[in-house]
Each structure stands twice: as C-alpha cells, then as structure tokens.
C-alpha cells in the first residue's frame, strides 16, 4: 500500500526553469492537496482538488498551475522558477465521498531556485 | 481571517515526562487535526477530532470547541517521540479546500 508518492525528492533549479512535481495516491480518495511549507512557517494550500477535471486555487496559487486528468494523480507545475518558489512541497490526499477525513501525506519535495 | 497558534513553539523534556502541547484557533471549525512530521520530513496524521477527546497509545488528543482550543498530550514520553507537532483545522462551511495549519511545536525529548 503505497499512499501517497512524490517525485523527486530534491531538485534544484534555475532561475526562470520550469519544472512539473509529480503527485499520485493509490487509495481511490476524491480530495487531493498540494501544500508548501516554508521555514518557520506553516503549510500554506496551493491548490486543492475535488475529483478529476476540476481544481481550485488555494491561499498561495501565483505561479503555479495543476491539472487532475485522473483521480489517482495531480501535479503541480512550475512556469517560470523563482527564488520566492524555494521551499518543500507537500502533496496530500483524503477523502473519496466527504472532503472533512485525515489527510495523508506525500514524503515531501525540496525545492531550491537558484 | 483564520489563525490557528500552538504553545510552545519548542519543547525540550526528559524521557518519561508527561507531555502537553496547546493549539488555539479563532473561527468556528468542522474538525481539528493533529499531525506528526518527523526529522526526515515525512508528515503523518495522528487524529481527526471535532469533540471530546481521543487516545491512541501514548497520544492523548482533547479539544474544547466553546473556547476553541485542543492539546495533544503524551504520556510517558521517550526520544522516538521526538518531532515537529502540527495543529490544523478545518474551517466550518462544507467546503473542500485544504486546512488551516499552525506553525508547529518542535518538541525534542532527551534519555
């Protein structure tokens, strides 16, 4: 039972780079997250899902995008990196019927933008 | 806006010690949850709760909805507990958007 998986672990970019963080969840669940957290800080929702084809902005969404074709995955992509993009990135799943269940989580990205 | 504290922000203690953190938030809520992220960065979910308490080993979890405010206690601590403790909660309303997280209590517990 693998819950949550996210690629890669690590990765650092470049400035003005684009890159795609990968997000899948092999327990059937509606509801899927992405979250990032800086240091000092807590977790703040990027964007959030309710189900394949439909996506919602959350707090911090500029410079993001998300696309859900399928249920079990979500990624988060980055156009254009910027330093204030340095952080790690948590992608969360819960809930199939109601969107009010724990949330499981992904093992984290860490991102630096150089 | 919706802000959610946790006392103490750090906690060292010594193995065996009873254990009490506190998590305070300002608006009315469907569920509060507490969560473990451990030094390897992993974050894992320890309870869902919306009313009286609850208890999984060690852990003990109680919230107070009229004065909005939970702890999360460990009883009989050892280092292995040793972690970052996150209070979140989700605001009442029915939506589906994500939780409100606090910014964590690193809680380090000495042999």
């Known amino acids: 039972n693998a819950g949550v998986t996210q690629t890669p672990k690590f990765r650092i970019l470049k400035i003005g780079q684009s890159m795609t963080l990968q997000c899948t969840q092999d327990?059937?669940?509606?509801?899927m997250y992405w979250y990032r957290q800086d240091p000092g800080m807590g977790l703040k929702l990027i964007y959030y899902?309710?189900?394949?084809?439909?996506?919602d902005k959350g707090e911090v969404p500029n410079g993001y995008n998300v696309s859900r074709s399928t249920t079990e995955d979500f990624p988060l992509r980055l156009e254009l990196a910027a330093p204030s993009q340095t952080s790690v990135y948590f992608c969360?799943?819960?809930?199939?019927?109601?969107?009010?269940?724990?949330?499981?989580f992904g093992d984290g990205t860490r991102l630096s933008i150089l | 806006k919706n802000e959610v504290e946790q006392s103490p922000q750090n906690l060292t203690a010594q193995e065996g010690e009873f254990i009490t953190i506190n998590c305070s938030y300002s608006?009315?809520?469907?569920?509060l949850h507490w969560l473990q992220q451990h030094p390897g960065g992993g974050i894992v979910s320890l309870f869902m709760?919306?009313?009286g308490k609850k208890k999984h080993g060690r852990l003990i979890a109680t919230i107070n909805i009229q004065e909005k405010h939970s702890s999360l206690h460990i009883t009989a601590s050892h280092p292995r507990d040793s972690a970052v403790y996150i209070c979140?909660?989700?605001?009442?309303?029915?939506?589906?958007?994500?939780?409100?997280f606090g910014k964590g209590t690193h809680l380090i517990i000495q042999p």
């Open positions: 979140a909660v989700k605001p009442s309303g029915g939506g589906a958007d994500g939780l409100t």
């Open positions: 327990m059937n669940h509606n509801y």
């Open positions: 709760l919306s009313s």
């Open positions: 969360a799943s819960g809930g199939t019927v109601y969107s009010n269940q724990p949330q499981h």
């Open positions: 608006v009315g809520i469907s569920a």
């Open positions: 899902s309710v189900g394949a084809g439909i996506t």
